[in-house]
């Protein structure tokens, strides 16, 4: 039994376009254009950037607290455009999986949930810029997009045109370093969404310890770093804490980091001890963290340069896909 040939294709290419959405969204993040657009879903009140002379100045009248930045706004409107077609992508395969549901082996349940999902992503799209880059939200919008990754990624592995379904289950004890791998590394990438929508990424600008060969400086202040919600009408753009809260929100990240690699890599040895299938997916684990950790100490030691800063977003995709992965490997087919 399994999905039918063209959901399990269109599911296998909008997983690929969502990681592009994914990485494109952290270029937008770290290149400080998410507000290159102060409106949405149009940018100064056009489908496109306005690039005539009188077309900047009429909106730099409308909207002038945000002058236009053409190139920022650029950035912004091609992330859209593309999250545009996942959203239409997804639509697609929502309505195709709904009309093969009596087909044995056909996931449409949670395709049909992707189409909530994917429509609540654009809702958080909207408040980022309208609320002006709020942490919250913006983190909430990550967590979003590696969510809608992972599960399109799921779905695409339950089509059962892939193999290697339920080959680790039963393995004794892989179940709860699964389990707990997951939480662990869904809970550091929120903390690394915290940290980059707080722009705390250098606020501890030494390695390995915080600042100035500290590891836990004085005045960190840990109280005001993690304050979830600070009203609206703010802008956030470039961050409204102080010193010492960034770094608390640092250091929490890079105790995180520590937890992460810890609790991976015993994961990383269950997979090994279960041989097989789990063998090569110990070595995916192994690499996708160690991976993830040298971008993150690189981008500390070089300053965050973009081109390591986008590599730790698309890292913390490709370690969710592996994770994803593996959990195929160790549930049998069901219904999805």
């Not at 999905?3 to 959405?21: E, G, I, K, N």
């Not at 002038?64 to 912004?76: F, L, N, Q, S």
């Not at 940290?195 to 100035?212: E, R, V």
């Not at 809260?245 to 015993?266: E, N, P, Q, S, Y």
Request: with cysteine; net charge positive; aromatic share 10%.
């Amino acid at each position: 039994m399994s999905a039918h040939p063209w959901f399990y294709r269109m599911s296998l290419f909008t997983t690929a376009v969502t990681l592009c959405v994914v990485v494109l969204g952290a270029w937008v993040r770290l290149t400080d254009a998410g507000l290159g657009c102060p409106d949405w879903p149009g940018c100064y009140g056009h489908l496109d950037v306005p690039n005539t002379s009188e077309a900047i100045a009429a909106a730099n009248a409308a909207f002038p607290d945000t002058p236009v930045d053409v190139g920022k706004g650029w950035r912004e409107m091609i992330h859209r455009y593309v999250a545009g077609v996942l959203g239409l992508l997804i639509g697609g395969l929502g309505i195709f999986a709904w009309r093969q549901r009596r087909r044995p082996g056909q996931p449409w349940k949670l395709p049909l949930f992707l189409v909530a999902l994917v429509t609540f992503q654009a809702t958080l799209g909207m408040w980022t810029v309208t609320w002006q880059l709020k942490p919250a939200v913006v983190t909430a919008h990550l967590l979003g997009g590696l969510a809608t990754l992972s599960l399109l990624w799921w779905v695409t592995l339950r089509s059962n045109h892939l193999p290697g379904a339920g080959v680790l289950a039963g393995k004794r004890g892989l179940s709860a370093l699964l389990a707990a791998g997951l939480v662990v590394a869904i809970a550091q990438i929120t903390l690394g969404g915290w940290t980059s929508t707080n722009y705390a990424a250098l606020a501890c600008n030494d390695f390995p310890a915080c600042s100035q060969g500290e590891y836990l400086p004085d005045n960190i202040d840990f109280a005001e770093g993690f304050v979830l919600w600070r009203g609206l009408g703010e802008n956030y753009e470039f961050g409204v804490l102080d010193h010492p809260a960034r770094m608390a929100i640092h250091f929490v990240h890079r105790v995180g980091a520590i937890v992460t690699t810890v609790v991976l890599g015993l994961l990383a040895w269950g997979l090994w001890r279960a041989g097989g299938v789990g063998r090569g997916a110990s070595l995916a684990v192994v690499g996708a963290l160690t991976l993830q950790v040298l971008i993150g100490i690189g981008n500390v030691i070089y300053n965050l340069p973009l081109t390591l800063a986008v590599a730790h977003n698309a890292g913390a995709a490709v370690l969710m896909l592996v994770l994803v992965t593996v959990t195929h490997f160790s549930r049998p087919l069901g219904r999805t």
